[in-house]
């Protein structure tokens, strides 16, 4: 195993490292690229082709029991208080490997292809445009709130068949269910947080199949509902873990990436006057913002077997974290990696994945955040930031501002 540097360590536990944590995957690609860290309790990956390789290699770096190997860390009195969350973490789409992940994601994939997405793009606009229209005259807005996290969960809720006034539920459970994760050793109070969290939210997902079973509809639960009840394709556990996945996944992501785009356009005026003189290049300021700030910042996959990977020996269940964050940045790949420059050609980022795991919700998102910034420009053309500071939020899987305060005019 390599050496353990303290001064990595002290910086992965930062407050820096939250706030900023690029420097820090610059240092550790060019001095540590294949990196263990007992901050972490695995090793970090910070190189474009080994990110890349872990995500293609389901055989050795594998989905099923990441997370759960998390918890098999713990003592074992703890270890049995949250048998609860390990036995959901061991399951569903993101949690599998072929043949199940492919089973589940042929299901699942009817429902997100380019063409059922595009035909959500009215429904989209009428989202946007609503939101906005609310803070005409306003002076003031908080993309986060009043933007950002509404599209997307609007979406995925109507999408799934939930109500969207319980959009606020699914935020609080999201936060809490993703709390122990971003690093290979959880914390027991971070535990806790996520296990309450992910049992109301599977209740409440329970609840949902339960309607549908009695009375189905038009909607992506209903269409699972009915294979799990073919019997042959879709468990309930599967049914419900993966419900949970869709209804997390659907929103956190574009939340971040919709925040993520405006914080980095206003924030360099050279390529918000490049969209605003063509707004067909939004498309590209959107693919720019998944390479140098995406809103996942990290994956986690379970190492299979004793290995050698990039010249260090591996040990079977290690947890490896291949950070997406510091792969879209490096040089190898990408020329001035550390500069937002939206007119980028040969744009390769990870931000979706690669191999059998790459993003269900990819065209989704590709259709959101480019017409949510669109449109926000265009309705309020002299926007710019209320602050110079931005306060993100980190620790775990996702990077973007906790608030993004605008002024309007």
């Given at each position: 195993?390599?050496?353990?540097?303290?001064?990595?360590?002290?910086?992965?536990?930062?407050?820096?490292?939250?706030?900023?944590?690029?420097?820090?995957?610059?240092?550790?690609?060019?001095?540590?690229?294949?990196?263990?860290?007992?901050?972490?309790?695995?090793?970090?990956?910070?190189?474009?082709?080994?990110?890349?390789?872990?995500?293609?290699?389901?055989?050795?770096?594998?989905?099923?029991?990441?997370?759960?190997?998390?918890?098999?860390?713990?003592?074992?009195?703890?270890?049995?208080?949250?048998?609860?969350?390990?036995?959901?973490?061991?399951?569903?789409?993101?949690?599998?490997?072929?043949?199940?992940?492919?089973?589940?994601?042929?299901?699942?994939?009817?429902?997100?292809?380019?063409?059922?997405?595009?035909?959500?793009?009215?429904?989209?606009?009428?989202?946007?445009?609503?939101?906005?229209?609310?803070?005409?005259?306003?002076?003031?807005?908080?993309?986060?709130?009043?933007?950002?996290?509404?599209?997307?969960?609007?979406?995925?809720?109507?999408?799934?068949?939930?109500?969207?006034?319980?959009?606020?539920?699914?935020?609080?459970?999201?936060?809490?269910?993703?709390?122990?994760?971003?690093?290979?050793?959880?914390?027991?109070?971070?535990?806790?947080?996520?296990?309450?969290?992910?049992?109301?939210?599977?209740?409440?997902?329970?609840?949902?199949?339960?309607?549908?079973?009695?009375?189905?509809?038009?909607?992506?639960?209903?269409?699972?509902?009915?294979?799990?009840?073919?019997?042959?394709?879709?468990?309930?556990?599967?049914?419900?873990?993966?419900?949970?996945?869709?209804?997390?996944?659907?929103?956190?992501?574009?939340?971040?990436?919709?925040?993520?785009?405006?914080?980095?356009?206003?924030?360099?005026?050279?390529?918000?006057?490049?969209?605003?003189?063509?707004?067909?290049?939004?498309?590209?300021?959107?693919?720019?913002?998944?390479?140098?700030?995406?809103?996942?910042?990290?994956?986690?996959?379970?190492?299979?077997?004793?290995?050698?990977?990039?010249?260090?020996?591996?040990?079977?269940?290690?947890?490896?974290?291949?950070?997406?964050?510091?792969?879209?940045?490096?040089?190898?790949i990408f020329v001035e990696p550390e500069c937002f420059d939206i007119s980028r050609t040969g744009n390769r980022h990870?931000?979706?994945?690669?191999?059998?795991?790459?993003c269900l919700g990819a065209p989704l998102a590709r259709l959101e955040a480019p017409l949510a910034v669109s449109m926000?420009?265009?309705?309020?053309?002299?926007?710019?930031?209320?602050?110079?500071?931005?306060?993100?939020?980190?620790?775990?899987?996702?990077?973007?501002?906790?608030?993004?305060?605008?002024?309007?005019?």
């Amino acid at each position: 195993m390599n050496r353990v540097d303290s001064r990595i360590e002290e910086r992965l536990q930062s407050q820096e490292f939250i706030q900023d944590p690029y420097p820090t995957y610059r240092h550790l690609r060019e001095t540590d690229p294949v990196y263990w860290s007992n901050a972490w309790q695995c090793w970090v990956l910070t190189r474009f082709a080994d990110v890349a390789a872990m995500l293609k290699d389901s055989g050795s770096f594998s989905s099923a029991g990441r997370l759960a190997a998390l918890i098999d860390q713990l003592p074992p009195d703890q270890r049995a208080r949250y048998q609860a969350m390990r036995d959901h973490f061991s399951r569903g789409l993101i949690h599998s490997d072929p043949p199940d992940h492919t089973r589940l994601r042929k299901l699942i994939g009817m429902a997100f292809t380019s063409h059922v997405v595009e035909n959500l793009r009215p429904r989209v606009h009428e989202i946007v445009a609503r939101a906005l229209a609310s803070r005409r005259g306003a002076g003031t807005m908080d993309v986060m709130q009043d933007l950002a996290f509404p599209l997307p969960t609007i979406v995925i809720a109507e999408m799934l068949g939930a109500p969207p006034e319980d959009r606020d539920k699914f935020k609080a459970w999201t936060t809490g269910i993703v709390a122990f994760q971003g690093t290979g050793r959880p914390k027991a109070d971070m535990m806790d947080y996520s296990q309450e969290s992910l049992l109301q939210m599977r209740a409440y997902v329970r609840s949902l199949c339960a309607q549908r079973r009695f009375q189905p509809r038009k909607d992506l639960l209903s269409l699972l509902v009915a294979a799990e009840d073919a019997g042959d394709k879709l468990t309930e556990d599967e049914l419900i873990g993966t419900c949970v996945t869709l209804f997390i996944a659907g929103h956190e992501t574009t939340t971040g990436l919709i925040g993520n785009a405006v914080a980095a356009l206003l924030r360099h005026p050279d390529q918000l006057e490049i969209v605003r003189e063509n707004p067909t290049r939004m498309a590209d300021a959107i693919e720019e913002t998944l390479r140098w700030n995406n809103s996942v910042q990290r994956v986690f996959r379970r190492v299979t077997q004793d290995l050698e990977f990039a010249g260090q020996p591996m040990r079977k269940n290690q947890t490896v974290v291949g950070v997406i964050g510091a792969a879209n940045r490096d040089p190898e790949i990408f020329v001035e990696p550390e500069c937002f420059d939206i007119s980028r050609t040969g744009n390769r980022h990870i931000s979706f994945g690669s191999g059998v795991h790459f993003c269900l919700g990819a065209p989704l998102a590709r259709l959101e955040a480019p017409l949510a910034v669109s449109m926000l420009l265009r309705e309020f053309p002299n926007v710019h930031l209320a602050h110079d500071t931005i306060d993100w939020l980190g620790g775990g899987l996702f990077r973007y501002p906790k608030t993004l305060p605008i002024l309007l005019r």
